[in-house]
């Protein structure tokens, strides 16, 4: 199939591309990176009448440190994630996730707010924000307003974005000397989607945790914090005895689901093994 026809305008800012979205009455859609929407036009999933370019706004693009965060432009693109110091030095779990996300081809055109507004359960960065307690600004007519991640994802493929607004940054605290990382996955073949994936961000002093926060992918419908492990974890160390308790527990807190070739119960085993491997870094690094 082919895309139906539709009216294209490049804006020169984002209240441009804003103010162009209400005046084609929400019969409009964003394109940045279009790694998402040119398959779902090319099927006429979606119909827009409008198309609406946004991917050369300077005031979306590019890494900065503000007010004690790291600032993601939305329209960074992922290879800019995989490849930047900035985010090796004050987002080390960004830096880990971001050789797993797909292949070369998309990472150099996929953009890092397209990733968070499409929400895909099975994508790297959703669950790796969620991880790292980062929060969204969003754009509209009425102005900016910012979203925690927790709060960000609601369902599949939903988000806290309304009709005709902007990702136009995603802001991440910044590492510290106690922070320690952790990230991997299980999938078939390198770049296809994971079975589960998961990423830790934790501090660590003196070979105690004093902060962990843990994010799954591939596990439901949105990102997944597994609240009961972290808490579970904290105030410890990393003993294979602590390991194991934290493995139990996940295996009663986290509800995965499954499909025709992974079902809920392989899913579960193969976070618990992920766990296990992920903490057992964490400690051997500390």
């Avoid at 499409?118 to 929060?135: G, H, R």
């Avoid at 904290?234 to 992974?262: F, K, M, S, W, Y």
């Amino acid at each position: 199939m082919k895309a139906r026809a539709f009216d294209y305008m490049r804006p020169k800012c984002v209240q441009e591309a804003l103010e162009a979205f209400v005046s084609a009455d929400g019969d409009a859609s964003y394109i940045a990176g279009g790694q998402s929407l040119v398959p779902a036009l090319a099927l006429r999933l979606q119909a827009p009448g409008l198309l609406i370019d946004i991917a050369r706004l300077d005031e979306l693009r590019g890494l900065s440190i503000a007010g004690g965060h790291l600032r993601i432009g939305a329209t960074t693109r992922h290879c800019e994630i995989l490849d930047s110091d900035l985010v090796r030095e004050h987002a080390p779990l960004l830096a880990k996730a971001a050789p797993f996300v797909a292949h070369p081809a998309i990472r150099n055109k996929g953009t890092f707010g397209g990733s968070l507004a499409l929400a895909d359960p099975a994508s790297e960065f959703p669950a790796m924000a969620l991880a790292l307690d980062a929060f969204i600004e969003i754009a509209s007519v009425e102005g900016n307003r910012r979203v925690g991640a927790g709060d960000f994802f609601i369902d599949l493929y939903e988000t806290a974005l309304q009709p005709g607004e902007i990702v136009t940054a995603v802001y991440v605290p910044l590492a510290t000397a106690k922070t320690r990382t952790a990230f991997d996955e299980l999938a078939r073949r390198r770049g296809d989607y994971a079975i589960v994936g998961a990423g830790i961000d934790a501090e660590m002093q003196g070979g105690f945790v004093e902060r962990m926060r843990i994010a799954f992918l591939s596990v439901g419908s949105t990102p997944v914090r597994v609240g009961a492990v972290e808490a579970a974890l904290t105030g410890r160390q990393l003993t294979p005895e602590a390991i194991r308790q934290a493995q139990d527990v996940l295996g009663t807190e986290l509800d995965p689901t499954g499909d025709e070739h992974t079902p809920p119960e392989m899913r579960r085993h193969l976070a618990r093994v992920l766990l296990g491997r992920l903490l057992g870094r964490l400690e051997a690094n500390r």
